[in-house]
């Protein structure tokens, strides 16, 4: 069982920065690939980025490619993104998720754990 906790969201102005964490719990961590995803009001759940257990392999949504940097800390049983040149259509609840195999993923059903959430909110 892996627990997952979002933090980091906030309301910024575009074009700002935000970095948001996702602490895991158990020791099972480094195993698993972690990925970003997100959602908007009336809209469905959206991919944003997803790294590998190594941090070796990463990929991200076309929406966020160039401005979203996903990352991690094993040693803290962390998962980051950094979000640069924020724009108001990146406004979302922000959702961090663990598959449990090493590799990533796109998918939201290949999935297992799911973090509660962290708000995000871009004002123009």
């Known amino acids: 069982q892996v627990q997952l906790v979002e933090s980091g969201g906030g309301l910024v102005q575009a074009g700002d920065s935000l970095r948001l964490s996702c602490a895991a719990s158990?020791?099972?961590?480094?195993?698993?690939?972690m990925g970003w995803f997100r959602q908007a009001p009336g809209k469905e759940r959206e991919f944003v980025a997803t790294?590998?257990?190594?941090?070796?392999?990463?990929y991200y949504a076309d929406s966020v490619k160039d401005r979203f940097t996903i990352s991690r800390d094993n040693a803290k049983n962390t998962v980051y993104l950094q979000m640069n040149s924020l724009k108001p259509e990146d406004t979302a609840v922000y959702y961090c998720?663990?598959?449990?195999?090493?590799?990533?993923?796109?998918?939201?059903?290949?999935?297992?754990?799911w973090g509660q959430g962290t708000q995000v909110t871009v004002s123009s």
């Open positions: 998720a663990a598959i449990t195999n090493p590799y990533i993923s796109i998918v939201p059903s290949e999935y297992a754990y």
């Open positions: 790294i590998s257990w190594s941090g070796g392999i990463t």
């Open positions: 158990g020791r099972t961590f480094s195993r698993y690939g």
